[in-house]
């Protein structure tokens, strides 16, 4: 079975500074999906950025990047310029890309906190 | 957000009380889903739907029963739950490609946070 390890219960970052969020996985398949979401207090979870194992480029989205390094079954989140908004729980997820296979293995998450 | 709503977002029920968690996509999905997200705890996947059909049931107590009546709303029918049984429930949708093909992303509602007494 996958799993999924956040091996940082908490992290914080000033404003404006870089924070980087770890995150790594253990699977016997080759093709899969890896997602960040963001869980903020108002609880509604948000998909930050997504991977394909394939691709050996690395996702980004703004201010989002991920460092993918498939060997190493590791995907961590990289928060640029980090923003007060930012602040919430960061969780990793896992999916087979497999057909039939919906399931999203999660991490216990990070708690990230943003000071002014 | 309003691609997957839920209701209640608050509950607060007695161990021999029934009651019904509401989810609703608006998005065209024909995959659903039920989350349980305790404290320091990884969420854990409870139930999934697709095409209105259970595919997966995470061995799940039988005091938590799902319904699909269609592609866009999912239940979660309660009856003599536990105290353990408190937490955030959360509902997610997605679109699933055929057998083989592409799958999509998972977009999750707001959640119900069930409080057991």
């Known amino acids: 079975a996958q799993t999924v390890t956040q091996s940082q219960p908490e992290m914080s970052v000033q404003e404006a500074e870089t924070v980087t969020l770890s995150c790594t996985y253990d699977?016997?398949?080759?093709?899969?999906?890896l997602f960040w979401y963001k869980q903020p207090p108002s609880r509604q979870m948000i998909l930050v950025i997504r991977?394909?194992?394939?691709?050996?480029q690395n996702a980004t989205e703004n201010r989002f990047s991920v460092n993918f390094q498939k060997a190493a079954k590791s995907f961590s989140l990289k928060i640029s310029d980090s923003q007060l908004g930012d602040a919430a729980m960061y969780f990793c997820?896992?999916?087979?890309?497999?057909?039939?296979?919906?399931?999203?293995?999660f991490g216990k998450g990070t708690k990230l906190t943003v000071n002014p | 957000e309003t691609g997957v709503t839920q209701t209640p977002r608050h509950l607060v029920m007695g161990m021999t009380n029934k009651k019904s968690l509401k989810c609703e996509q608006h998005?065209?999905?024909?995959?659903m889903y039920w989350y349980k997200q305790s404290a320091k705890k990884p969420l854990e996947l409870m139930f999934v739907y697709s095409l209105e059909e259970r595919v997966e049931n995470n061995s799940v107590p039988s005091r938590f029963s799902p319904e699909c009546p269609n592609s866009s709303h999912l239940f979660l029918h309660l009856h003599t739950l536990q105290p353990e049984d408190s937490a955030l429930y959360l509902c997610?949708?997605?679109?699933?490609?055929?057998?083989?093909?592409?799958?999509?992303?998972?977009?999750f509602g707001p959640g119900t946070r069930l409080t057991v007494l």
């Open positions: 998005l065209g999905h024909n995959a």
């Open positions: 699977t016997s398949e080759s093709d899969y999906y």
């Open positions: 991977q394909e194992a394939y691709k050996q």
């Open positions: 997610a949708s997605s679109q699933e490609g055929l057998a083989g093909g592409p799958t999509d992303t998972q977009y």
């Open positions: 997820a896992y999916r087979s890309a497999e057909g039939g296979s919906e399931k999203l293995v």
